[in-house]
């Protein structure tokens, strides 16, 4: 068996197989049974002749593009934390990293579709989640950034390898319904916020010093104190 080891043709004279996929993400779904909130992605890759592929093992980036959309006055004042004051934004509004993901693409010819599956933290305090729990309604800009490995038959019966560079990339408008019917689906009507140990353990002797049930009985009980 003979391996041989490609990087992206310069023309069409080296076209002797399959060489290049096309990437486009076709929707956004949440994953109902998981054993934490997750949502899925639907990956649509096409190999550019409609040869086929005997598997594509890739990597992908996944980045929020928070100034490639438009935000309403409200949304502004949440997103402060992240930003800064709204007329900085220009400069501010930086990428943010949502997750980096290692997918097997297995055998296709011309196209195919995989699942992506995509973790939804909700932990505020960290930037995708805080950014993704202040957007009412609209998409979130996303960026899939893509590098890795295509295997597919060479035209003496051999294996060939083409790589994938991280200059291969796609924007998906992702819908913010999405993402929170996904979170709503795991955790209804509540949320999560990150505390020390020390402070933990202070919630809770204040919970038991006032004959309260949960932690969120106490902070109500706390907040109404002023």
């Known amino acids: 068996m003979t391996v041989e080891i490609h990087t992206e043709p310069t023309g069409p004279e080296e076209r002797d197989g399959p060489r290049e996929v096309d990437f486009a993400v076709t929707g956004a ?22 040869a086929p592929v005997y598997m594509i093992a890739l990597t992908i980036q996944l980045m929020i593009e928070p100034a490639r959309r438009s935000y309403d006055d409200a949304t502004r004042e949440r997103l402060v ?27 296709f010819t011309g196209t195919t579709t995989v699942s992506v599956p995509l973790a939804c933290h909700y932990d505020l305090e960290l930037a995708a989640a805080k950014y993704l729990h202040s957007l009412p309604d609209g ?37 913010v319904a999405v993402w929170r019917e996904t979170i709503e689906h795991y955790y209804p009507g509540t949320a999560w916020v990150a505390v020390r140990a020390d402070t933990f353990e202070a919630l809770q002797r204040a919970k038991l010093a006032r004959g309260l049930a949960t932690l969120d009985a106490c902070i109500s009980d706390l907040l109404d104190d002023g």
């Open 29 to 50: 779904r949440p994953v109902k049974y998981a054993a934490a909130p997750m949502l899925a992605l639907d990956l649509q890759v096409t190999e550019a002749d409609g």
């Open 81 to 107: 934390e992240l930003f800064g004051a709204p007329e900085r934004w220009a400069v501010t509004t930086r990428s943010l990293v949502w997750a980096k993901l290692d997918v097997i693409v297995p055998a």
């Open 139 to 175: 998409v979130a800009p996303l960026a899939l950034h893509f590098n890795g490995m295509i295997y597919y038959p060479a035209d003496d019966g051999g294996l060939q390898m083409a790589l994938i560079p991280w200059s291969k990339s796609i924007d998906f408008r992702m819908p």
